[in-house]
């Protein structure tokens, strides 16, 4: 089971990055991802889930109309559209799998990718 998270890089403020989460090993059918960053000396939240059953989506309050999650099954990837990017979004970007529906806490996860950097400067 392995997760190859990539599309990170350097952004200005406004601009947008396309993170792309590559499953193999498994199937992402029947499993929920979810999109989670953490900052240096920040605790890792929680960005976007989405589930295996019905696809509910759950974005953190701070890129609610900013950022996208979609999963195309048939690739076998989940992808996070980040648009108006802002300094307050630097930092890794993981994803995880979890079989099931879980929320979208990274405790509830057991499958992580390696994380990809996303720094948004000028």
């Known amino acids: 089971v392995q997760l190859q998270a990539s599309g990170g890089g350097l952004a200005q403020p406004g601009g947008s990055l396309r993170l792309s989460c590559a499953a193999s090993?498994?199937?992402?059918?029947?499993?929920?991802i979810g999109w989670f960053r953490q900052a240096p000396g920040k605790e890792r939240e929680g960005v976007s889930c989405i589930s295996s059953s019905d696809g509910r989506i759950v974005y953190a309050d701070s890129v609610k109309g900013r950022f996208t999650i979609s999963r195309d099954n048939a690739k076998n990837t989940v992808y996070l559209q980040m648009n108006s990017l802002k300094p307050e979004d630097t930092a890794v970007y993981y994803c995880?799998?979890?079989?099931?529906?879980?929320?979208?806490?990274?405790?509830?996860?057991?499958?992580w990718g390696q994380g990809t950097l996303v720094t948004v400067s000028s």
């Open positions: 995880a799998a979890e079989v099931g529906d879980p929320g979208c806490n990274w405790y509830e996860y057991d499958y």
């Open positions: 090993g498994f199937s992402l059918d029947y499993y929920g």
